[in-house]
């Protein structure tokens, strides 16, 4: 729900498109959408014409997702860990964005989601990751129109084997943020990735590297912020 007020999913699902457009062979027409949280994409690329299916950890998620979706058969929503996806058919492509692929820690967790992933694509695979993050940021939900708002400030923290421990504090505030109405903290923690590391994960796991981005679909460098990789599965 928080989320929707600072994330432009219908501008992410025209990125989607544009990819799809310039690296699939043939027409895309189903998709998976792995770590699919609430369903915000899905539920767009749905109103498009797609068939989405999308999959998530989380029994929260997935519900809220299916009640969005309540009354459709399109998207359809399954609680799956995407390190061992066990759907029965293939898909035209299949995307991880907003960050859930930091959430494999390891080089074994990445390649069990790749090898997973790959039984189950006729296509292409769309995923983000982020090479680094600042030590702190926050962002703000409301205007000044609205009588509270919801602000949060993120504090990052460096580990060792590029490891990342976030802490997200949420201040519920009146308007003027001049008074904090309720509080409440939670951590993550996440590994970031280079581009070459991308690039030997996906080869060793049996997947061709088409191209990276960033998020303006322009070629990245080794400082950009958060690239965005396409791969298919290798001949």
Request: charge should be positive; charged fraction near 30%; aromatic fraction near 12%.
């Amino acid at each position: 729900m928080f989320y929707c007020r600072v994330i432009d999913y219908r501008a992410e699902c025209d990125l989607l498109e544009r990819i799809f457009k310039k690296h699939s062979d043939c027409p895309v027409r189903t998709i998976l959408d792995i770590g699919c949280g609430t369903g915000n994409h899905d539920l767009i690329l749905a109103k498009r014409g797609y068939k989405v299916t999308g999959i998530d950890l989380s029994d929260r998620m997935i519900s809220v997702a299916q009640r969005k979706a309540r009354g459709r058969n399109n998207p359809i929503f399954y609680r799956m860990d995407m390190h061992n996806l066990t759907i029965n058919r293939k898909f035209d492509a299949a995307f991880v964005l907003l960050g859930a692929f930091e959430y494999l820690l390891e080089n074994r967790e990445a390649e069990m989601f790749l090898k997973s992933t790959k039984r189950l694509l006729d296509g292409i695979l769309v995923f983000d990751f982020s090479q680094k993050y600042g030590p702190k940021w926050w962002f703000r939900i409301g205007d000044k129109t609205a009588k509270n708002v919801l602000v949060r400030l993120d504090e990052w923290t460096t580990l060792k084997r590029n490891r990342l421990k976030g802490d997200f504090h949420w201040y519920f505030m009146n308007s003027g943020e001049t008074r904090i109405l309720d509080r409440f903290s939670e951590s993550h923690l996440v590994r970031t990735h280079s581009m070459p590391e991308i690039k030997w994960l996906l080869s060793r796991n049996g997947f061709q590297l088409l191209s990276f981005y960033d998020m303006r679909l322009k070629p990245p460098s080794s400082s950009s912020f958060r690239v965005i990789c396409v791969a298919r599965p290798s001949p």
